[in-house]
């Protein structure tokens, strides 16, 4: 069998871990038996980044940036005992955080359903797709403790110097707290793009809510930015995919989104995108099981899992224990990027190879064939538990003969 060839390359990011251990196997069980992979390879393990002194994680964001895509592999964010379990130079920062800062993006993350797996909500049929604004608010205030007797007022000082004070609160009669929070146009002007050119792309609605009646400067503004966006850029593109944009208080949302049976992309301030996405993850039953795309405002996807690198499996691993890790988010993470590449170099081949790389995987699950995190929740009656490696050649077999 002839391999499909690629025109362009894919920008290719490995990584730490259990995943990184899933990324060799999945690339030589399913991708390279079949695609002549044509991909600009960057080691973003944490041994790496120490190496390059992180320099490897701007370049791989750059690359991404230069081809359009990239497919990345979890990766580990250092703390403190990962700086003396790895002896680093420095705590460097995720990078997830450093590649998101280079590309501008905006996180799309959405769980791939198949049968025999119920959502704790059983009326979700179809995807939720959860948008977060991975900038601002709280995730960069300034916060105080206040003593008893103390004042807090918001001071602005304008360009010429002139300044306008407005009194917070007076704390005469108790001690508390203060936060000052912030955010951008530019930046809540590119997460509106990113929404409605995913929204256009994966021909789904876009929803978007904030607590405007109670917030009537900050969050108002959120909303008005969007709907200018909307009116201007997108109303005309989204009446012709059949497609609409939707905006209600996030009261409102939560509510309509429990009902709803899904199918839809709900765009999320940075706080609400943060809980709202773990929520709707275990509704739908497993991480492993989440897919998650960055997608910048000029149009760069990098493809990833949502989950991270499952360590706790990987030191069963090295102990040379069998381990049942998940890899399908990380083959759709594969597959969405491939298929991208397809569709942005009109190669055919490769879009419809990466689609049935999805209905192998789904089909794989659905004949029964799963690793243990799907197996203690699927309620099919002839599944079979299989391990990270047998997992991978089930599909593979699947992808040979379908
Ligand atoms: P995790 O890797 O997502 O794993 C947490 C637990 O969730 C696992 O122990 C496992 O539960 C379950 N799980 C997650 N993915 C699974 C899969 N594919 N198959 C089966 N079970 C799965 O989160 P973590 O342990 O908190 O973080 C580990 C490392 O990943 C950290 O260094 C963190 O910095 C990094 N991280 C990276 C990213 C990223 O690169 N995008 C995201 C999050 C975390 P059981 O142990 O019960 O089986
Ligand atoms: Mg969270």
Redesign the pocket.
Known sequence: MEKIKMQTPLVEMD?????RVIWKMLKEILITPYVELNSEYYDLGLESRNDTDDKITVDSANAAKKYGVAV????????AQ?MSEFKLKQMYK???ATIRAILDGTVFRAPIIVNGITPLIPGWKKPITIARHAYGDVYKNAEHKMPKGSKAELLLTDKDGNQTKTLIHDFSGSAGIVQGQHNLDSSIESFARSCFNFGLDTKQSVWFSTKDTISKQYDHHFKDIFEAIFEKEYKAQFNSAGIEYFYTLIDDAVARVIRSDGGYIWACKNYDGDVMSDMVATAFG???MMS?VLVSPDGVYEY??????????YYKHLKGEET???????IFAWSGALKKRGELDKNEALVKFAENLEKATIKTIEDGVM???LFTISNLNNKRKVNTEEFLKEVGSRLMNG
């Open positions: 990584g730490d871990e259990m995943t990345k592999c979890a990766t580990i964010t250092p703390n990962r995720s990078p997830n497993s991480l492993g998650s990833e899992a949502a989950h991270g690198t499952v360590t706790r499996h049942s890790t998940n890899s399908v988010a990380t690793t243990g995190d």
